[in-house]
């Protein structure tokens, strides 16, 4: 926290364990003990809470959230919990369960939780359940905040954000209005209510763009959702089309073999017939000879679709056909320009491959062959890719002359694509010059920047990975005392170890950040372990009579976790602050099982007592007295607080009345109080109460909620 020690206020006689920032992980106990109040009539001590069925024990948690809804947020919360402490001296915990159980209203749910968890008259508790859609507060006495702007930060900044489901935010909100903060509990839904339309609209101009694009492909594409009826008429449709236009295309193909040749149009023979066979393929489908048997109409809709998208593939394929011969007749057209063009362009197509020829040798006595893989044979397809444009070159020509102009189209459209050819293969090889050339000059760039992040990594807490990535970067580094043979690879090569080492490295500081935390949290965290410790072990030693060895046995577990994580606080403060959370955990579960068997001891103690008192007046005039008397001598001389003592004293008179008649709270003889009874003794003899030392004024019973204010609602 920053630089202030949040601690429940403590004014109430009541010992809590220091707060941790630590997120409560589980329920606190719950079950309280039926015979509380009882005890505190015998024992006397401090004030004891009020009774509650279900009240929830922080822990010495800062945020209790028992339903996940606060995953992820905690810590934001609790720093606005920080900053509210720290501009009002307003002490806030939040609790955020499934439901308010085992009380008439969320707000007695939130007091007793409150006075369970030992919060002072300067804190309050918010407390929220999920399920019920309710929340309550319980403030003490001395809170320093106002009830108006409590009121307006429930009504302003809570309820608005709880309504949408926001209960981070709603928890920061309130906390934020409570110090005068101007709450953005509204803004966080309607930023959510923006970001969705954002979502919404693009997901909408997607869509949009994504039926055109199909649309504009061919029509032929099936909507995303379509009854059977729309998609048997789609693919009729398309079978009329395709097989109109198979038709049209093998007529076309007399044409075009007189009009480019017999060689020139033989692929677009070959995707006819490929078309040919989908599309009869596609008849069978839609007429239904390949349904089988008891068909569904999951089965038949599956069918029809299968037949249109045979239909597209063969459209796709006399497209792409359609699309080769119409250039060849753009060629045609344009004939006495393309030609000229053709022959003009390819001196200066010979002068930069013979450049080439000598750049390629010379890049070959500079770098490895690995280097070169792209271009390895880049000198032998030119001079192949210039023998073939002079040779097509040449036959349009002669076609030309001989007025076959269908042909001569053939050639200048085969010079065309050779010529294109060869004009990426040269810009290849000079785009390779240049980043061979580009990668060398940088390769010492890379090596230190690489030297750099070896340098950071070794500052860094030494682990597996980070050891790991440090090794894969001294071999990268290494491997570049032979950059110059493949500098492209080597820096590829350094580029990729130094990425590694960013990220191990920005593990191995994120692993520093936690074990920072860990050792801020830590001092928090043993604190409240050892505050628990010694509330259970007080507990304990005060009524050792009636404490069995399963508390016992709990104490000394969260004792040894303790120990554990103080030893471990060095070395690994990580463990610690876990073995101090088990401690804290153990330590209340030792609590819980003292307060048992107390609890469990009082309720036969009380049973004693009546036997007791059940003299009749008869032989020595009731000797419950008597059990009484040694009762009250035995606790008079151990200072009257011991139950144990008291046990024992009612469990002698019990022996000694042996039965008998009832005598009621004025009583005689001794005059010591009956033990376990509902009433308080009067009494006569040795002065109401024997050597015991009188009545005992019975509690109060109110604990610290007596002057607690509370509130709350539903959502």
Do not use: K
């Not at 009774?51 to 905690?74: C, H, K, Q």
């Amino acid at each position: 926290m920053a630089g202030t020690a949040r601690e429940p206020d403590r004014t109430a006689p009541s010992l809590t364990p220091p707060r941790s920032r630590a997120r409560g992980t589980g329920r606190a106990p719950r079950r309280l003990l039926a015979a509380a109040a009882a005890l505190a009539l015998v024992v006397g001590g401090a004030p004891s809470p009020a009774l509650a069925s279900e009240p929830v024990d922080l822990g010495g948690a800062y945020v209790l959230d028992e339903t996940g809804v606060l995953d992820g947020r905690i810590e934001m919360i609790e720093a606005e919990l920080d900053a509210l402490i720290e501009a009002e001296g307003a002490s806030l915990f939040v609790v955020v369960t499934d439901r308010f159980d085992g009380t008439a209203t969320p707000a007695d749910w939130a007091d007793r939780s409150a006075v369970v968890s030992g919060l002072g008259d300067r804190d309050a508790l918010l407390a929220i359940a999920v399920d019920d859609r309710a929340y309550a507060y319980s403030v003490g006495a001395e809170w320093p905040v106002d009830d108006a702007t409590l009121a307006r930060a429930e009504t302003e900044a809570l309820l608005p954000a709880l309504r949408a489901d926001d209960y981070a935010g709603g928890v920061i909100a309130f906390s934020e209005a409570l110090r005068g903060q101007s709450t953005g509990a509204g803004g966080a839904p309607l930023l959510a209510i923006v970001v969705l339309g954002a979502v919404v609209i693009a997901v909408v101009i997607w869509l949009v763009l994504r039926r055109r694009r199909r649309t504009g492909a061919g029509g032929g594409g099936a909507p995303d959702r379509e009854t059977p009826a729309q998609t048997e008429a789609r693919a009729s449709r398309r079978l009329v089309e395709l097989d109109d236009a198979l038709t049209t295309s093998e007529q076309e193909l007399g044409f075009a073999e007189a009009q480019f040749g017999a060689e020139a149009v033989a692929p677009f023979r070959d995707a006819v017939r490929e078309a040919r066979a989908r599309v009869a393929e596609a008849f069978r489908l839609h007429g239904g000879t390949a349904a089988p048997e008891g068909e569904t109409g999951e089965q038949r809709q599956a069918r029809l679709q299968r037949a249109a998208a045979l239909c597209d593939e063969a459209d796709a394929l006399l497209e792409q056909q359609e699309e080769a011969f119409d250039a060849l007749r753009d060629v045609e057209a344009g004939l006495p320009e393309a030609l000229p063009a053709l022959r003009a362009a390819h001196p200066a197509l010979q002068d930069r491959a013979q450049a080439a020829a000598q750049q390629l040798e010379a890049l070959r006595t500079r770098f490895a062959p690995a280097a070169l893989t792209a271009v390895a044979d880049a000198d032998a397809q030119q001079q192949g890719l210039l023998s073939l444009i002079e040779a097509e070159l040449a036959e349009a020509e002669q076609s030309v002359a001989a007025g076959a102009t269908g042909a001569a189209a053939v050639d200048v459209r085969a010079a065309q694509l050779a010529q294109s050819q060869l004009t990426a293969s040269l810009d290849g090889l000079e785009r390779l010059a240049a980043e061979l050339d580009a990668a060398a000059v940088a390769l010492p760039a890379h090596r230190v920047e690489l030297e750099q992040g070896i340098a950071a990594a070794r500052g860094l807490p030494a682990s597996e990975a980070l050891a790991a990535a440090i090794a894969t970067a001294e071999a990268a580094r290494a491997a570049t005392d032979q950059g110059a043979a493949d500098p492209l690879a080597a820096a590829h090569r350094l580029v990729e170890a130094d990425r590694a080492l960013d990220a191990a490295i920005d593990s191995a500081r994120a692993e520093v950040d936690r074990r920072a935390a860990a050792v801020a949290a830590l001092d928090r965290s043993l604190a409240a372990a050892r505050s628990r410790i010694l509330s259970a072990a007080e507990f304990i030693a005060a009524h050792r009579g009636a404490v069995g060895a399963t508390a016992r046995a709990a104490l000394a577990e969260a004792q040894a976790l303790l120990d554990t994580a103080v030893a471990a606080q060095q070395a690994d403060p990580l463990a610690a602050v876990a073995a101090s959370q088990q401690a804290v955990q153990r330590a209340a579960q030792a609590l819980e099982a003292a307060q048992a068997d107390v609890a469990s001891r009082l309720d036969g103690a009380e049973q004693g007592g009546l036997l007791g008192g059940a003299g009749g007046g008869g032989g020595l005039g009731g000797l419950g007295g008597l059990g009484g008397m040694l009762g009250g001598a035995m606790g008079g001389s151990r200072g009257g607080s011991g139950i144990g003592d008291a046990i024992i004293g009612g469990i002698i008179g019990g022996l000694l009345s042996g039965g008998g008649g009832s005598r009621g709270s004025g009583g005689s003889g001794f005059g010591g109080p009956s033990f376990g009874s509902s009433r308080r003794s009067g009494g006569g003899g040795f002065g109401g109460g024997g050597f015991g030392g009188g009545a005992r004024r019975a509690s109060s019973g109110g604990g610290r909620s007596s002057g607690r204010r509370s509130g709350g609602g539903r959502f």
